[in-house]
């Protein structure tokens, strides 16, 4: 199989992260690339090291994952292609793929930012955006502004923590600091999967002040879905996230709702 281009997914519904997917075995690279897909991410697939090497020059991946198998593919040189000498804060996040008999300290790569030969793609896919950037943080508002963000038919007024008619000022839905922080990263990145860690990061960051811990994120979701109108516009990607499906009534969710 050639390499594979996958044009980025274009609009406000598809705001995922760009990943370079590096494989060498043409299957593995397709599963992949399905995956992160449905997922939300724009994908672009190489498999040889030539044209790996040629995409992290160009630095057009928000997420790099690379086969530390192909051929060809030096680990000294996609060092320096992720941290140029220039401008080393700039480090592209990376995740390796390694075979069963590959040590990251011989390769002189974090053990962390390792995934060994089996994988399941859900795992990659958790893996992937779990190293995503956070999202640039939003500019001040001003007391009583609403954001502008929407969940299906309501508008999200931080001012108030709540959401409300699209067409009104009044009444509304009312949500904890908590629920609300969740609800508004969703909206603020409709079509895009967030991990549980990511969405637990928001939520202690915006609202609580300390680390959520274990599966309190998934109480949260719940609680919300509870007091919209249309609790199916939030859906679970098992094993990743979740995701505010703004797409249409009929359309599949990736990975389960």
């Known amino acids: 199989m050639a390499d594979i281009p996958v044009p980025p997914l274009a609009g406000p519904a598809h705001a995922g992260p760009a990943v370079l997917l590096a494989e060498h075995e043409p299957e593995v690279a397709e599963l992949g690339r399905r995956y992160l897909t449905r997922a939300g991410a724009a994908v672009t697939v190489t498999t040889v090291a030539e044209a790996t090497v040629a995409a992290l020059a160009a630095r057009a991946a928000t997420v790099a994952v690379l086969d530390l198998t192909m051929p060809g593919l030096d680990p000294r040189h996609l060092r320096r292609l992720l941290a140029p000498a220039r401008s080393p804060q700039t480090r592209q996040p990376a995740l390796f793929l390694l075979s069963s008999g590959m040590h990251p300290r011989d390769l002189?790569?974090?053990?962390?930012?390792?995934?060994?030969?089996?994988?399941?793609?859900?795992?990659?896919?958790?893996?992937?955006?779990?190293?995503?950037?956070?999202?640039?943080?939003?500019?001040?508002?001003?007391?009583?502004?609403?954001t502008g963000a929407t969940i299906g038919a309501l508008t999200l007024d931080p001012a108030s923590r709540r959401a409300r008619p699209a067409a009104g000022d009044t009444g509304g839905i009312a949500f904890t600091p908590a629920e609300f922080a969740l609800l508004t990263a969703l909206a603020d990145h409709p079509g895009r999967v967030l991990s549980r860690d990511r969405l637990q990061a928001i939520v202690a960051r915006s609202a609580t002040g300390r680390p959520v811990a274990g599966r309190a994120i998934d109480v949260h979701v719940s609680q919300v879905r509870a007091k919209l109108p249309d609790p199916t516009l939030i859906r679970t990607v098992r094993g990743v996230g979740y995701v505010l499906d703004d797409r249409d009534p009929g359309a599949v969710s990736p990975g389960g709702g």
Request: with cysteine; aromatic share 6%; proline share 21%.
């Open 108 to 146: 002189r790569v974090a053990a962390e930012s390792c995934l060994w030969r089996p994988f399941s793609p859900r795992l990659l896919v958790a893996r992937v955006l779990a190293i995503v950037p956070p999202p640039a943080p939003a500019p001040a508002r001003l007391p009583g502004q609403a």
